[in-house]
């Protein structure tokens, strides 16, 4: 609410009112140019009032959350202080990590994770609009618009996910460390990347880089101490070469020159990218510092040393081959990695919370079962048996007294529960869930239907599923849902079974068919000794 009318004006009146206080504090030479409007994204002027409402108020919950970020960052930088180690302290502060965030596509999004799950067709201007009151509290989890996320990235072009242009790659960085060196408040223009912190951190403490950690050798630091320029502005250059990639994007900077290649718009994370072959390479010079005159026509012999070097550095660091799927790596299924949990099978147990989404079965866009062996007290059981995920996207199967539900969250935009038709009685109980997916790609419904017992109780549709990623913050847990919730049917903190929960085993294609619903000892035991 503090930001409030602060950035009515739209994303172009803000980059350009960042690109004055650049200019002003010096962070850029005054050769710099402020580059010019992408193709594809809509322009402030162009935009419909229903959605500048909406818009704005996506840049002042971001502004609201960075000075967030900043006073908590000073409450250690003052901590340090009050210890008197402050001066004695290396501090590198990188703001912020590659560029201004797209991924929500051009609307935005109340859920990052509507982007991620490729459902952003789901969430209208209506219904964003509808839900502004809910934006910046816990029942949100804002992403703002593309357009933003340009704005942010003055004065260049495209944001993170285009790896090839700084737009998407660099940051201002502060080095603090007054007993270190003797340079106070001065600007360094030496190229740097994120793999130089490692070799600044050493040689400023004096240690050699470990050739071997627990056993296992290490490869050799990548990356160029920085210490070199801390005390000396004209120092020459130490990391002249870089290459960058990033969904196909590619750039490489080479003695201040700079080769780049847009595989792919930023803006929407789901899309199909052209062809490889059809990509095309610009040129940049050194003095054109925001890459704003493209010189690839004019000079094609450079552009071709310079993709020569991108490809001799993309084969000596195991770029190739090049993958330009987006949010479709999430799912390490749908991309076609390796994952950590295989086969069909797998039994957990109470106690069990924490567990990261690659550390358990994936029940993602397939069918599947989750059966428990619970032990119901006398008077019966209330709380959650498992839960994956939390109030942005997840599912989870509790008890309401005695009576069990099984909730899928679908981005947070429609809730699906499925209720028991009688409750769980006391003793030691099997309750099912068997899910019946419709197949025909990702996000598709299926039938849901419980079992106690073996015996059918409840039966329902779930409409959509997520296909990609459940959570990126939040895990599995068994006995509770711990973090947000997967269901507002229940408290969010206090939540636990109270029953005991003997086991629980997840079951995907045909180990999930079970034509009793009833998993015998003999069963359970076999998989137990497959897969431990």
Known sequence: DKYKGQFDGGWDTLREEIFKRQQAMG?????????????????????DDLMKSVYARQMELFAGYLEHCDHHIGRMIDAMEELGVLDDTLIIYIIGDNGGAPESGIKGST????????????????LMAERLPIMGTPESYVGYSAGWAWATAS?????????????????????????????????RSQFAHVIDIAPTILEAAGLPAPTMVNGVSQQPLHGTSMVYSFDDAEADERHDLQYFEMFGNRGVYHNGWIAACIHRSPWDIGAQAHPFDEDVWELYAPDDWSQAHDLASEMP??????????????VKYSVLPLDDRAAQRFNAQIAGRPELITGNSQVLYEGMTGLTDSSVLNLKNKSFSVTAELVIPEGGANGVVIAQGGAYAGWSIYLLDGVPHYTHNFVGLRHYTVSGERVVPEGTRQLRLEFEYDGGGINKGGTATLF????????????????????????????????????????????????????????????????????????RMSVVLSRH
């Open 27 to 47: 962070i850029v030479p005054e050769t710099c140019e402020l580059t010019q409007h992408p193709e594809g994204l809509p322009k402030w002027d162009d935009v």
């Open 111 to 126: 859920n990052i994770f509507i982007s991620y799950n490729i459902a952003n067709d789901l969430e209208t201007p209506e």
């Open 155 to 187: 004065p260049y072009k495209w944001t993170k996910q285009v790896a090839s242009h700084w737009g998407g790659t660099r940051n201002g960085t502060v080095v603090h460390w007054p007993n270190g060196f003797s340079s106070q408040g001065e600007i």
């Open 301 to 314: 012999e450079k552009v071709e040393e310079m993709k020569r070097l991108w490809l001799i550095e993309a």
């Open 452 to 523: 106690i017992d073996g015996e059918e109780a409840g039966q329902g549709r779930i409409e959509h599923t997520v296909g990609i990623i459940f959570a990126s913050d939040e895990t599995v847990n068994v006995g509770l849902d711990a973090g947000t919730a997967v269901s507002d049917a229940y408290d969010p903190k206090d939540n636990s079974f109270s029953g005991r929960i003997n086991w629980i085993e997840l079951d995907v294609g045909e180990a999930a068919v079970d034509l009793d619903h009833y998993i015998s000892p003999e069963e």
